[in-house]
């Protein structure tokens, strides 16, 4: 399943990236070493956290893309920086739970 | 062991956003010389983690990466406050990072136990007030 397929079936909001990407499976964590552990190439990531080091995290584990949950807004400067490494950042109102629940089979 | 490619980075100590440019860049690198994905993985990972202790701990260090065809060996230095009991600071869930660092989704007591899992071989030493030497060896699996 393709990220631009679960933006649509989640009514994700895209602030970066590229959605043509092929989503292998989800991980959901904001404990960026616990992430960094467990997460697998080309998870959604859902997360609370939009420091600048989840676009780290995100580009060292190679993830599809990250969610970030519950309505948290990343800065403008965080944005363009997972812009620049070609993270494509997804934004949601909703709990990393009801994503979850929403998820499609990966 | 004698084509090698030697990568050095500071690490700034004041500058917790950019931690983790070293770590990406060796990625992209390896990447560019047709590393297996795995091993891109465990390195930068292996790295991340250490640039990203020596900015909680240290104040910052310097990091040298030396690639060869089959190994790749990253030494991490630092002139921080030392670790007192290495065999504690092993343990998965211990960690002495501050709240600001913890609200940033560090301090989960991970890191070195990370960097440990990700490589082959790894040497800590360390004194009390002078710093700490880190040495990662992650093997490339032969075919």
Redo the contacts between chains.
């Keep these: 399943m393709k990220v631009n397929d679960i933006v649509t079936k989640l009514s994700l909001e895209v602030l970066c990236g590229d959605t043509s990407r092929e989503a292998g499976g989800c991980y959901i964590g904001d404990l960026l070493s616990w992430v960094m552990s467990h997460a697998k190439c080309d998870d959604v990531w859902i997360t609370i956290m939009s420091n600048s080091n989840v676009v780290a995290v995100a580009s060292l584990v190679d993830a599809a893309c990250v969610i970030i949950a519950e309505g948290v807004k990343p800065d403008p400067e965080i944005i363009a920086l997972a812009q620049s490494k070609d993270i494509c950042l997804l934004g949601s109102e909703k709990t990393a739970f009801e994503l979850a629940a929403l998820m499609p089979e990966l | 062991m004698n084509e090698v490619l030697k990568l050095h980075y500071d690490v700034d100590g004041e500058n917790?956003?950019s931690?983790?440019?070293a770590?990406?860049n060796v990625?992209k690198k390896l990447r560019q010389m047709g590393f297996s994905?795995d091993v891109i993985?465990r390195v930068?990972?292996a790295m991340?983690?250490g640039e990203?202790n020596m900015v909680i701990h240290a104040c910052g260090g310097e990091v040298d990466v030396f690639i060869y065809p089959e190994e790749i060996d990253i030494i991490l230095a630092d002139k921080g406050p030392g670790i007192a009991d290495v065999e504690l600071a092993m343990k998965e869930g211990y960690s002495t990072a501050p709240d600001n660092i913890r609200s940033?989704?560090?301090g989960?007591g991970?890191?070195l136990p990370?960097m440990k899992?990700?490589s082959d071989e790894m040497k800590i030493e360390s004194k009390v007030g002078a710093g700490t030497k880190i040495t990662m060896k992650v093997k490339v699996a032969g075919e």
Excluded: C, Q
């Design positions: 917790f956003t931690a983790g440019d770590s990406v990625k994905p993985r930068s990972i991340y983690e990203i940033l989704g560090f989960a991970m890191g990370n899992r990700y």
